[in-house]
């Protein structure tokens, strides 16, 4: 899921501006350059290898040099994140509060949040000298730990802008700095269960989600006698993991696709194919935000640049604005099960499973959920009785159609072009992103011309990069909280609570069902991927379920938790985007959440929907 970012107003924007971005300053266009340049390299590196491996070794060391490339995009993006108050947060404190409520909840989670950043900034710190002293090189004798400074200056760098955000007036911004030493001191004395509880708090008044996870990661290992630097450690390991660099990637060729016209001219196509059946605006819904859904990386940028083209579309097909609305903010979550998604990627790294494998398995789970939610609009459509086909159309255009897929051609071959990459044999799933990645923007760029490359591949390149550095701040801080529970034998407590208690796989994935559905409507999901899978990936080995079968279902229900009430991402997203209160986001999309769910127990208890394919081609067979 890629959350939408919000301003100090409580707001979603999705300009790419953040608050006050006027005429930008000459720090300010350094940084932009800095992260611009860096996705830059991250996408050339990758094609000049693949270039130069049809005539050649290719280029020596290239995936340990893009990992660093990593490294660096998560600290200048949570940086900029920073600067331009987008850090991913569960909550607004604005959106919460008004008045001095607003004020007080601001300096409160700011300040708890800035002194998490400021430790965890030390942490970092330690972990470089330590690296310094052992003298370990980068390819090409570049010492490795002038890479790694980029984290204890990136985290020095979030609790510092988040001192000076926390409000307008230099009165407000010591408070601020108050509170931040205030609770760095009480984090040191009082014990551990009420500075967790003070983090649960700080969150709920709007602290960003990283700084919530990194900070109980650090009090649960200060409490075993750990070195903080271990949080920095886990940090360095995750974000330097040879394929994640898929999801900067990925992201950027989703971004690329959401500036330009792509979505105009999708939405067209969709319309042209599917609106002369009955009910084909739900179907062109349906599959238009599955498609975008699987290549932005998650519902916010599908709600967020679809749904004021789609609302209309709906409306106007006679659909009842109820169902309209219902339709919209479910179909949003489309996509997430499919190639080449980001939560499949991140969840085939934490779980150990081949992505390639997981992108099979999800394929046809994916696409029984987009036929459940095109088959309920295709029932809300005929229930709303004002016009009995569902549709405004008097047949199939076929001039029309030929138009629309004329012109959105070079869109529709992006999952040609992409899965073809991934499961040619000749690229590694980071180069299939990078070429995804390069094909969208020679599409928005140099065919359609929607972006200019100098005027705004570099804007759409830093809000991509504003995005991926929440991100990977989020899991990087989350891999220290799963190791503890890891060293703490917490998994193997609960595979053994779990073959003591529950004799049945079957009845335990029922209750797994309805567990992740409430930790997907509550907790961000790339951060529920690396703290909750590790614990289930135990228990589903000793029940016998197949790896690849729990990763569909984890992912499933994630998706289903996106439009669970009261606080479900996509009721968020839709509220904001449509201007409607959350309730009524909520009532209308319950008939949709209950479809999808008979889907979900579909997905649970038909294990070969996702099992089959990835046998046919374990087996070799075309």
């Given amino acids: 899921m890629i959350s939408a970012p919000t301003v100090a107003d409580g707001t979603t924007d999705w300009s790419g501006s953040g608050p006050d971005r006027g005429p930008r300053r000459g720090w300010q266009r350094i940084e932009d350059g800095i992260l611009t340049s860096v996705l830059a390299a991250m996408i050339a ?49 604005t959106a919460l509060f008004r008045g001095r409520g607003a004020i007080f909840a601001r300096v409160s989670s700011s300040g708890g949040a800035a002194a998490v950043a400021a430790v965890l900034a030390f942490a970092s710190l330690k972990f470089v000298l330590d690296e310094r002293a052992g003298g370990g090189v ?3 004798g570049l010492p490795r730990w002038t ?45 551990t269960g009420y500075v967790l509880a003070g983090l649960v708090f700080a969150t709920f008044l709007g602290a960003p989600i990283f700084t919530a996870l990194g900070g109980a990661a650090l009090l649960l290992y200060i409490g075993r006698d750990v070195p903080v630097a271990a949080v920095a450690i886990d940090h360095y390991g995750l974000v330097t993991n040879p394929a994640l660099p898929a999801i900067p990637l990925f992201t950027l060729a989703g971004y690329f696709m959401a500036e330009g016209g792509a979505s105009k001219r999708l939405v067209r196509v969709f319309q042209a194919l599917s609106t002369w059946v009955r009910g084909g605006p ?30 209309p579309v709906l409306v106007a097909a006679r659909f009842s604005d109820r169902n309209a609305l ?46 459940l939610t095109a088959a309920w609009g295709i029932w809300a459509s005929r229930r709303s009785g004002t016009d009995p086909s569902g549709t ?41 992103a990078a070429v995804t990645a390069a094909y969208a923007l020679f599409v928005e760029v140099v065919i359609h011309r929607d972006l200019h490359l100098i005027r705004d591949c570099p804007r759409v390149m830093v809000d991509a990069g504003i995005l991926v550095g929440g991100i990977l701040l989020i899991l990087g801080v989350a891999l220290g909280l799963t190791n503890y529970l890891i060293d703490a034998q917490l998994p193997d407590t609960l595979a053994e609570w779990s073959l003591v208690h529950v004799q049945s796989r079957w009845l335990f994935l029922l209750g797994l069902n309805v567990i992740l559905i409430v930790v997907g409507s509550v907790v961000e999901i790339f951060a529920a991927i690396v703290v909750v899978a590790p614990l289930l990936v135990p228990i ?49 999309t319950l008939p949709l959440l209950g479809v999808m769910f008979l889907g979900v127990l579909l997905i649970t208890y038909f294990p070969p929907l ?7 081609f374990t087996r070799g067979t075309p």
Wanted: glycine share 10%; charged share 10%; with cysteine.
């Fill in 540 to 588: 589903g080995a000793r029940l016998g379920i197949d790896p690849v079968h729990l990763g569909i279902i984890f992912l499933a229900n994630m998706e289903l938790g996106f439009l669970a009430p009261p606080v479900g991402l996509n009721l968020l997203l839709a509220s904001s985007r449509l201007r409607r209160p959350v309730s009524e986001v909520a009532r209308a």
């Fill in 326 to 371: 219902g339709l919209l903010t479910g179909a949003g979550s489309l996509g997430i099960l499919l190639p080449p998604c980001l939560p499949v990627i991140l969840y085939a790294i934490i779980a150990k499973v081949d992505i390639n494998t997981m992108f099979l398995g999800g394929l046809l789970p994916g696409l029984l959920l987009i036929a």
């Fill in 392 to 432: 405004t159309a008097k047949g199939f255009d076929a001039a029309e159609t030929r138009r629309a897929l004329w012109a959105a051609k070079w869109e529709m071959l992006m999952p040609v072009v992409s899965l073809a990459t991934l499961f040619s044999g000749w690229a590694t799933p980071v180069e299939a």
């Fill in 45 to 93: 590196l990758p094609l000049l290898e693949i270039s130069l491996r049809q005539v050649s070794a290719g280029i020596p060391n290239a995936p340990e040099f893009l990992r660093h490339l990593t490294l660096l995009v998560g600290m200048a993006g949570g940086l900029l994140a920073a600067r331009d108050d987008r850090l991913l947060a569960l909550a607004s404190s």
């Fill in 138 to 140: 980068l390819p090409y």
């Fill in 282 to 311: 739900a179907i062109a819904t349906a599959l238009i935000c599955a498609f975008f859904t699987a290549f932005t990386g998650g519902s916010g940028v599908t709600i967020l640049a679809l749904g004021g083209l789609l609302m």
């Fill in 147 to 191: 890479v790694q400074l980029a984290m204890p200056l990136g985290f020095g760098g979030i609790a510092l802008r988040l001192i000076w955000h926390a409000d307008r007036n230099w009165s407000g911004r010591l408070t601020t700095l108050a509170v931040a030493l205030a609770s760095g001191v009480a984090g040191a004395y009082l014990p």
């Fill in 610 to 616: 996702t099992t089959w394919l990835p046998s046919l």
